[in-house]
């Protein structure tokens, strides 16, 4: 009887991860996406790479979302930085990319045990430590810092994340290779949280509100840091597709 219920328990799992959910519980640790690599490291260098947790990787018309730029989407679901960090010699060192755009949130807060303050400091000790490690492999590559999403699904992760979004902002300020995209007003108004963008869990963005958070925040970013006019970006993408 335990051995089915154990088994019952794996696939219940197996399907949590494969719809995109956030597990937390006793296996909370195992529901981290197996990364894989989905683009060949020999003839796509040089381009942008997306790198960071489910809302990255349930994207699935990120290409296309944001067309002509030549963009990789190396997003896996529940990733905290220490897991970005742990599989960053499988999916981004090897792409020596141009830019790279992270976004990470509540699943680091989840991992860090104490009180705001410390999950706070915590984190953000990571993150410093997790930016300057990259910045030594990839000197070249600018980063561009996505805020964390404002979460209905994680109502309680608010004002935590708000401050930790004001720290990645003052800390991207100071630092010549880092730029921060603040994107917290497309899910949340002060008020209240903007519903309708997300799925039915309350943490991951429909294409309605990729297609917001493509359009009204990171397309206008890329486009001045890219430096290339759009004939030139087209060639480049059907050059890197070939």
């Not at 719809?19 to 003839?43: E, M, N, Q, W």
């Not at 990255?56 to 960090?85: C, I, R």
């Not at 060192?93 to 915590?122: H, M, W």
Request: glycine share 6%; aromatic share 12%; net charge negative.
């Amino acid at each position: 009887m335990i051995a089915v219920v154990v088994v019952l328990l794996l696939v219940v799992m197996g399907f949590l991860l494969l719809a995109g959910i956030c597990y937390v519980g006793p296996f909370k640790y195992l529901a981290v996406f197996r990364p894989s690599r989905r683009y060949d490291s020999r003839t796509r260098q040089g381009e942008i790479v997306f790198y960071g947790a489910s809302n990255f990787t349930l994207w699935k018309e990120m290409e296309e979302d944001l067309a002509p730029y030549p963009v990789q989407n190396h997003g896996f679901g529940n990733s905290a930085d220490v897991d970005l960090v742990r599989y960053a010699d499988k999916l981004l060192y090897p792409y020596v990319p141009k830019i790279v755009v992270f976004q990470t949130g509540s699943n680091d807060y989840l991992r860090i045990e104490g009180d705001d303050a410390e999950k706070i400091r915590r984190c953000m000790e990571n993150k410093r430590r997790m930016f300057s490690d990259f910045h030594s492999r990839l000197p070249d590559a600018k980063f561009i810092v996505m805020s964390g999403l404002l979460l209905p699904g994680r109502k309680q992760f608010l004002a935590l994340t708000q401050e930790i979004n004001q720290e990645l902002q003052e800390l991207c300020a100071t630092t010549p290779y880092m730029r921060f995209i603040d994107a917290s007003a497309m899910t949340y108004n002060g008020e209240t949280f903007h519903e309708e963008l997300f799925r039915k869990d309350g943490i991951h963005l429909n294409h309605t509100g990729q297609l917001r958070w493509a359009q009204e925040y990171i397309l206008p970013v890329l486009q001045e840091e890219w430096n290339l006019k759009p004939t030139e970006v087209n060639q480049t993408t059907q050059e890197s597709k070939s």
